[in-house]
């Protein structure tokens, strides 16, 4: 298994600009996370997904969008990158239940200027 | 939700036992102590996770006090490559759909030569 696997993994944007990162899990895993981790901080859930079709919010969701088509894939969407957007970006899944372990992909550098 | 507070940093010498601490007094019963560690750049990696009794797998062990309200990761044998930041988690259910990591600053430890 590839398990948990981002792209890109390095991107400069300018202020204003979309995109998408692209996260995909080859687990079966129902739950996914997107995470972001700003510099010498710990990380904060963006949103969160507990199955194909069903998203949430979680405590830092402006200024992104997430969908979940499929069990596999799970893209996070950033319509008008801003400075504070600057970050580190981890998507992480999880099998399901109650202690269950989430496993994490290598993360996206993005850099907004 | 628990909050967690765990030192700065610590430091170890190789070959030697790590033990890192994670104070957890507001903790309420259905909560779980996860303990996960990101080394430099890397997502974070599962290491092990507890309710009250002690738990001991292939890379640590968890010790949980009686009345839970503090804990302590042990690494048996610290080796260079166990250089990492190491999160202590109190895990929140959101209406019993997926799972809040509430990811704090953690700790640093440095394994010396």
């Known amino acids: 298994n590839a398990g948990v696997t981002q792209t890109p993994k390095f991107r400069i944007l300018k202020i204003g600009q979309s995109m998408t990162l692209q996260c995909t899990q080859d687990m079966n895993h129902n739950y996914m996370y997107w995470y972001r981790q700003d510099p010498g901080m710990g990380l904060k859930l963006i949103y969160y997904?507990?199955?194909?079709?069903?998203?949430d919010k979680g405590e830092v969701p402006n200024g992104y969008n997430v969908s979940r088509s499929t069990t596999e894939d799970f893209p996070l969407r950033l319509e008008l990158a801003a400075p504070s957007q600057t970050s580190v970006y981890f998507c992480?899944?999880?099998?399901?239940?109650?202690?269950?372990?989430?496993?994490f992909g290598p993360g996206t550098r993005l850099t907004v200027t | 939700d628990a909050k967690t507070t765990q030192p700065t940093s610590m430091d170890c010498a190789e070959g030697r036992a790590a033990n890192l601490p994670c104070n957890h007094s507001t903790i309420s019963g259905n909560e779980y102590v996860y303990w996960y560690r990101q080394i430099h750049s890397q997502g974070p990696q599962y290491i092990i996770h507890g309710l009250k009794n002690n738990e001991t797998n292939e890379m640590a062990s968890l010790i949980i006090t009686e009345d839970r309200k503090s804990s302590t990761l042990i690494l048996p044998h610290a080796t260079l490559r166990d250089t990492a930041v190491y999160y202590c988690?109190?895990?929140?259910?959101?209406?019993?759909?997926?799972?809040?990591?509430?990811f704090g600053p953690g700790t640093r430890l440095s394994v010396l030569p």
């Open positions: 992480a899944s999880s099998h399901e239940g109650q202690g269950d372990e989430q496993y």
């Open positions: 988690i109190v895990r929140v259910a959101w209406d019993n759909y997926g799972q809040n990591f509430v």
């Open positions: 997904s507990v199955g194909a079709g069903i998203t």
